[in-house]
């Protein structure tokens, strides 16, 4: 398996702009979590799904942030419209939804707001 | 609510020097314990991992042991590289949320040869 599959890896957008990062979980995998990395904040949990199913998203900001997850293979994060405290790496991690088993992230997308 | 907490880093050591990472943790269940690294503009990796108090878990070197009594989770390594620069990140996961994890702040360690 190629792993989680995060694009863009990139992205610089102007403040205002609406912003969509995409995920592809692990074939197999039904938990999917979406996390955001920042030097501030360290890192944060925004929202995870399991069966596609949104669980917790009382990490999401605010609502200019929404998450969906339309079948097991695909996930989307987007910010609408965007501010430059936006800024900052976002990681997708999937997993088994099983006690004790690891969540696998992928490479992340660094998204600068200017 | 669950919680853990690092160390505060960041830590510079000279290679072949003695690495240790204080992990301690709080949560309100039997929770499952990690270790993750993160290499410059990668994202996180397991490094190791432990699902039961006085389980050790290692990998390439690093080591760590769960201690329900002293609700910790210390990364060990004995002998450091160049190439084990890197952030640290000790995590749970709680029994009744599967996966879910919850982070501690990173430790930043640079080893210098």
């Known amino acids: 398996d190629a792993g989680v599959i995060q694009s863009p890896r990139h992205e610089v957008t102007e403040m205002g702009q609406e912003v969509t990062l995409r995920c592809k979980p692990i074939?197999?995998?039904?938990?999917l979590f979406w996390y955001r990395q920042t030097m501030m904040r360290g890192l944060e949990l925004l929202i995870y799904?399991?069966?596609?199913?949104?669980?917790?998203d009382s990490g999401m900001p605010e609502d200019r942030f929404s998450a969906k997850m339309p079948n097991a293979s695909f996930s989307t994060l987007k910010i609408q419209p965007s501010e430059p405290r936006d800024s900052a790496v976002y990681f997708c991690?999937?997993?088994?939804?099983?006690?004790?088993?690891?969540?696998?992230f992928g490479q992340g997308t660094r998204l600068t707001v200017v | 609510g669950n919680s853990v907490t690092q160390m505060e880093g960041p830590v510079t050591l000279s290679e072949e020097a003695f690495l240790t990472i204080n992990c301690t943790y709080t949560?309100?269940?039997?929770?499952?314990l990690f270790w993750y690294v993160q290499y410059p503009g990668e994202g996180l990796q397991l490094l190791l991992k432990?699902?039961?108090?006085?389980d050790k878990g290692s990998n390439k070197g690093f080591e760590a042991t769960y201690r329900k009594e002293t609700t910790s989770f210390h990364l060990e390594k004995g002998s450091v590289q160049v190439s084990d620069s890197a952030v640290y990140f000790c995590?749970?996961?709680?029994?009744?949320?599967?996966?879910?994890?919850?982070f501690g702040e990173g430790t930043q360690l640079t080893v210098n040869p």
């Open positions: 991690a999937s997993s088994l939804a099983i006690r004790g088993t690891e969540a696998f």
């Open positions: 799904f399991n069966n596609n199913v949104p669980i917790d």
């Open positions: 995590a749970l996961s709680e029994e009744t949320s599967g996966s879910r994890l919850t």
């Open positions: 074939s197999g995998h039904n938990s």
């Open positions: 949560a309100t269940g039997y929770p499952s």
């Open positions: 432990a699902t039961k108090a006085d």
